[in-house]
């Protein structure tokens, strides 16, 4: 059965912090808030993780999962960032939006998307998740906690730990969390394209 943790969403306590570190370094799956919609997160290098994520999503690798960072420096060492991409980049971070990049070496294969080995890439401006990435020092690999048919991410904490208590291994709850998933945005090409218009708003970059 899932664990459920309750934080506070401006000041997290940093023992239970520690305590959700931990079971993601152990290989567990975490369900969290945002700063837009509830994500679904593990380590990175984790094949289970991977897997356990595009089976509650119903995806295929295919489809894009996200590299969560603390700041923008981390981006460039998992993602090739060019000039104009970095600047772009440094206006939108941190905040609801998913950027997606070309890969470095730095990131396991089976996390790439497998023709384009492309990641999406994203900065959030949420204490909490700042404090968690912080404790488990390193990304974490994720995914919005958008279940197959729906068309809205899950918002519950409480109804998330009954419907996935046997898929994930902690639940993270930190006040209201909305029901939007972030914009996404390729910069892979020589424009920025928007794929997915969410949380983040386009005015700001440039981008209406």
């Not at 380590?43 to 991977?50: F, M, W, Y």
């Not at 906690?145 to 068309?151: E, I, K, T, V």
């Amino acid at each position: 059965m899932a664990q459920f943790f309750s934080l506070h969403p401006e000041n997290p306590q940093p023992r239970l912090l520690n305590q959700a570190a931990e079971i993601v370094r152990n290989g567990g799956l975490i369900v969290f808030p945002t700063d837009s919609a509830y994500a679904l997160g593990g380590r990175t290098g984790d094949v289970d993780v991977v897997s356990r994520i595009r089976r509650i999503r119903g995806v295929d690798d295919r489809h894009h999962l996200t590299l969560m960072v603390r700041d923008l420096s981390e981006i460039a060492h998992y993602a090739r960032v060019d000039n104009a991409q970095y600047r772009f980049l440094k206006a939108a971070t941190p905040g609801p939006y998913t950027f997606i990049l070309d890969g470095t070496k730095e990131l396991p294969r089976r996390v790439l998307h497998p023709k384009r080995k492309t990641i999406g890439m994203r900065v959030p401006a949420h204490p909490l998740v700042a404090g968690l990435i912080a404790a488990l020092d390193e990304p974490l690999l994720t995914a919005t906690l958008m279940l197959p048919g729906d068309d809205l991410p899950l918002t519950d904490a409480e109804y998330i730990r009954d419907l996935l208590e046997k898929q994930v291994d902690l639940v993270i709850e930190a006040g209201p969390c909305g029901p939007e998933a972030t914009t996404v945005i390729d910069l892979t090409g020589g424009t920025p394209e928007v794929i997915r218009h969410g949380l983040g708003a386009l005015a700001p970059l440039g981008l209406e």
